[in-house]
């Protein structure tokens, strides 16, 4: 019996904004009770990512190169030709999805991992792109924690807090 019936998203914390004219920079951080590597192989294995993310990936995302992300939970899937740009594991994960560069930084925090997420997101996205990835970090840490929920994106996530998480970072960052 899964726990995503009683799953609810916690309050709007662990994000910042980074504003440089029109490009807008999406900061998350979060620590997890898991080492980098638990924590890396859930960010770049494609069935691991089946398990939280907003995309499906056609390979791994833990070597250089092409790769292709779906979207989901979206009425048509969106399908990016992407490049992994940057592997570092289990440290540092960069790649471009759809428009945007998106940035993972793995950092060794006792017996666990502090995660940043740095996602460069148009301004008027981005208290949305906020409260979904609030949402699948919180999946994510559950899935690594071996209790996984199951992927909650897309109209989904509307029954687990992302309406409200969304107004409480537009309150926090005054949009």
Known sequence: MSNRDEYRAGPAAGAEVH?????????????????????WQALT???SLREWAPFDADRSLAAVGPVRLSTVGTPTPQISDTQ???????????????????RWQLEPLGDGTRLTLWHNIDRAFITMGAAG???????LERFVAGDPIGRI????????????????????WGL
Do not use: S
């Open 19 to 39: 504003k440089d004219g029109d490009r807008w920079t999406l900061v998350l951080v979060r620590e997890l009770r898991h080492p980098p590597e638990k924590v």
């Open 45 to 47: 294995d494609p069935v």
């Open 84 to 102: 992994v740009t940057r592997v570092e594991a289990p440290h540092l994960l960069e790649y471009r999805w759809g428009e945007n560069d998106m």
């Open 133 to 139: 990835w609030h949402i699948c970090l919180d999946v």
């Open 153 to 172: 994106v897309g109209g989904d996530a509307m029954k687990f807090g992302w309406p409200r998480l969304k107004d409480e970072y537009a309150k926090q």
